[in-house]
């Protein structure tokens, strides 16, 4: 069966240091998500992509957040100059389509531990 | 905005216990709803949805119906067992396509 997958697993770095995190989603998935989830918290939307464009984005996706699908399979998230607190599990999802043609679920990755000391 | 409330946990259960979590849920439109499931140490993983009132979801034993008239979408099982144990999440996608989740909910099954 088709599925999300992450990498590294775990990341450990230092503040400031820059994190690329990686995706490679469902290939025929054309919806693709950031998602993070902070130690014993909930899960909270970051950003969307579509048609190598941003759709939305939350509050918590400031300046240092960006998203790049750089070749056809790839979907990474960069942390520009990584803070304490974005320690965090960050999840890649993607979906095939839209809500309207019933195809809005999206599928999860295992995650990528990141550790800021 | 939209959001979504379950019930708080941890939930402790024995081994074959009926299990319900309760998740209610604001939105604007006319949301999908889900339920993820995530094991210890693991990722999200989808145990169910529905897409439109009344429709039942089900999967692995679990069920949960979209109830419009009272904004609820409540995860159950008739017997819960020790492989259960993990942190249930209550979620719903609207037009916006980006998800909301509810805060999750622990469950340990004793055997």
């Known amino acids: 069966e088709p599925e999300v997958t992450q990498t590294p697993s775990h990341q450990v770095t230092q503040m400031g240091q820059e994190v690329i995190l990686r995706c490679v989603p469902i290939?025929?998935?054309?919806?693709f998500y950031w998602y993070r989830q902070i130690l014993g918290q909930k899960v909270e939307f970051l950003v969307s992509?579509?048609?190598?464009?941003?759709?939305?984005k939350s509050e918590i996706f400031d300046d240092q957040f960006s998203v790049e699908r750089p070749d056809g399979s790839n979907f990474t998230l960069k942390i520009r100059s990584t803070k304490l607190e974005d320690s965090a599990m960050y999840f890649c999802?993607?979906?095939?389509?839209?809500?309207?043609?019933?195809?809005?679920?999206?599928?999860f990755g295992p995650g990528t531990r990141l550790l800021v000391l | 905005g939209n959001s979504v409330t379950q019930m708080e946990g941890p939930v402790t259960l024995s081994e074959e216990a009926f299990l319900t979590i309760n998740c209610t849920y604001t939105?604007?439109?006319?949301?999908?709803l889900f339920w993820y499931v995530q094991y210890p140490g693991e990722g999200l993983q989808l145990l169910l949805k529905?897409?439109?009132?009344?429709d039942k979801g089900s999967n692995k034993g679990f069920e949960a119906t979209y109830r419009k008239e009272t904004t609820s979408f409540h995860l159950e099982k008739g017997s819960v067992q020790v492989s259960d144990s993990a942190v249930y999440f209550c979620?719903?996608?609207?037009?916006?396509?980006?998800?909301?989740f509810g805060p999750g909910t622990r469950l340990s099954v004793l055997p």
């Open positions: 999802a993607s979906s095939e389509g839209s809500m309207a043609g019933g195809k809005e679920t999206q599928y």
């Open positions: 290939s025929n998935h054309l919806y």
């Open positions: 992509f579509y048609n190598n464009e941003i759709s939305e």
């Open positions: 939105a604007t439109g006319y949301p999908s």
């Open positions: 529905a897409t439109k009132a009344d």
């Open positions: 979620a719903l996608s609207d037009y916006g396509q980006n998800f909301v």
